[in-house]
T-cell receptor
Framework: DSGVTQTPKHLITATGQRVTLRCSPR?????VYWYQQSLDQGLQFLIQ???????AKGNILERFSAQQFPDLHSELNLSSLELGDSALYFC????????????FGEGSWLTVV | GQQVMQIPQYQHVQEGEDFTTYCNSS?????IQWYKQRPGGHPVFLIQ?????EVKKQKRLTFQFGEAKKNSSLHITATQTTDVGTYFC????????????FGKGTSLLVTP
């Protein structure tokens, strides 16, 4: 158990819909990262938050957004879903922003039908 | 942008054989990390290498960081079925705090 909690574990939704994935980082970790894992693209970095502020952006689509709340939990919002958005979405956390190990949650499986 | 590449994509070995996966970055890395993801699981941190030419060992696993800090390797001696999984290398993405760019991984299958 990494200490990073993600909900829901599985989600099936229709194209065009919107979903929210939630993540609670490890106790004491200030950084939260979101990654998307698909078979053909591997682990793609989406976005990072540090202590409530957006720190870095990766390959995140405009239809996707995220935020980190004062209690440090984070949400990833995916809207206007397409079939190609079906993937495993990982949240990860670390203590700081440099030189730290990243701990992954168990992921949220999203299936868009 | 920075690319992190791994080869091979897949490797199938008999239990007891050795295994090596190679990682190459298009840019110099301040450090490199290795993760293992078991089937159906999540990536789990294995090790971080920071110094040029660094070699670290964890039991049967040997990790190396190249002199130019652009490549790395993971070698497993005498594989066991518990080594099955996908091994990822990852390096800090430029100008991104500590977000990591992951290679696509090497999937290792070990048959008894």
């Amino acid at each position: 158990d990494s200490g990073v909690t993600q909900t829901p574990k599985h989600l099936i939704t229709a194209t065009g819909q919107r979903v929210t994935l939630r993540c609670s980082p490890r106790s004491g970790d200030l950084s939260v990262y979101w990654y998307q894992q698909s078979l053909d693209q591997g682990l793609q970095f989406l976005i990072q938050y540090y202590n409530g502020e957006e720190r870095a952006k990766g390959n995140i689509l405009e239809r996707f957004s995220a935020q980190q709340f004062p209690d440090l939990h984070s949400e990833l919002n995916l809207s206007s879903l397409e079939l190609g958005d079906s993937a495993l979405y990982f949240c990860a956390s670390s203590v700081g922003t440099s030189g730290n190990t990243i701990y992954f949650g168990e992921g949220s499986w999203l299936t868009v039908v | 942008g920075q690319q992190v590449m791994q080869i091979p994509q897949y490797q199938h070995v008999q239990e007891g054989e050795d295994f090596t996966t190679y990682c190459n970055s298009s840019t110099t890395l301040s450090n490199i990390q290795w993760y293992k993801q078991r089937p159906g699981g999540h990536p789990v941190f294995l090790i971080q290498l920071v110094k040029s030419g660094e070699v670290k060992k964890q039991k049967r696993l040997t990790f190396q960081f190249g002199e130019a800090k652009k490549n790395s390797s993971l070698h497993i001696t005498a594989t066991q079925t518990t080594d099955v999984g996908t091994y990822f290398c990852a390096g800090p993405a430029p100008n991104s705090g500590y977000a990591l760019n992951f290679g696509k991984g090497t999937s290792l299958l070990v048959t008894p």
